[in-house]
């Protein structure tokens, strides 16, 4: 059968005839598309003695072509070269089965009716919802406008018409490799992303991204107007772990630690590291008693829970501050994360291994003795203060 595809050089015809072949026979139709010898893709192969009818893995091409015959025909070819096939009658069709399927490559036929061939790789180029799916255009030798304008419309290739198979089958590897090394970049570039945003200790959100996602967080809960809690949670005694059991143990600590907030968290919820030993949630339609509620549980389950490092176990507590929004004082990210912070500091400063709401009875209280000037005595006064659940 392969001498009935006039159009395939002399150059290549080994490789050709080697392959199974179920093209079926030449009709009317496919005449024009078949017809030249003189095609200028007919160049001597330099790929056809090293690749076979090997399978390329299966890579879906979708076949775009008004003409039947045209269709079934590089259907026949791709799937006996290991490519699986899709197929469109026109450019509606190739549209809709493209945003469906979403194949690894098309192979679209410029001159279709209703919506043409251009007019496809401009729409779908134009959707950024799609990952990058090479098109090579199918154009007429003698339409050097169409082709100009198509590439420019988006499409990555072309091969004109009559179309010589093994220079296809080129251009489809060139293509797909073209696309993997897209995929290569963007899996890259998601991987730094994900580093760039994550705390390597603990694996949790790190403090930059989460005061990215605090900003974001709190601005569409104003949007919303729902409410949205901030929980600023803070180790008791940490520092003495690191002391007596050395710094791994603490990392230990911290790790299981990280581990329990995750679990308790809602999947919405973020989870973050703020600083060493302290960690920040934020919790999306959450009002404060809900926040408070929640709170309250993540401390009893690290105030039940054992810790273990190489070496031994140890016990500890953690303090909470809450805050919410709305609150008639908090209008700002930074004010909210204050205000839980704030009521942090009082939890610390009040006994340890304890929930404190912002504006709450404990936290007023605590605050009209005056004794709450700044963050810089946070730690000090920590330092020297009772001692909470150490183990
Ligand atoms: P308080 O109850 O007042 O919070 O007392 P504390 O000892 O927990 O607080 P302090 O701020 O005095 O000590 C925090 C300690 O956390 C000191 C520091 O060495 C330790 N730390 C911070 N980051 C890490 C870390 O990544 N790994 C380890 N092992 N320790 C850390
Ligand atoms: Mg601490
Ligand atoms: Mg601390």
Redesign the pocket.
Known sequence: MASELPNEGTASATAVAAAPDPAPASTPALAPALASESAPESAPDLTAGTTPAAAPSQHRILIVDDHEDNVELLRARLEARGYLTLSAADGEEALEVAQREIPDLILLDVMMPKVDGIEVARRLKANKALPFIPIVLQTALDSAEHTAEGLDAGADDYITKPINFVVLEARVRTQLRVKALIEEVERQRNEILQISRTDG?TKLDNRRHLEERLDEMFGHAKRMNEPFACVMC???????V?DTYG?QA??AV?AQLAAILKREAREIDRVGRYG??EFMLLLPGTPVDAAVTFSERVRQAIEAHTFTFEGGTLQRTMSIGVAAWPHPGISTADALVKAADDALYVA?ETG?NRVVRFDGTEFNAHSSEGSHDGQQQH?DA??A?VG?GAG
Not at 234 to 240: A, C, P, T, V
């Open positions: 200790l803070d180790l008791d005694k940490f520092k003495s690191n710094h603490g990392d911290l060493g030993e610390k340890r730690h920590g330092a203060g909470g």
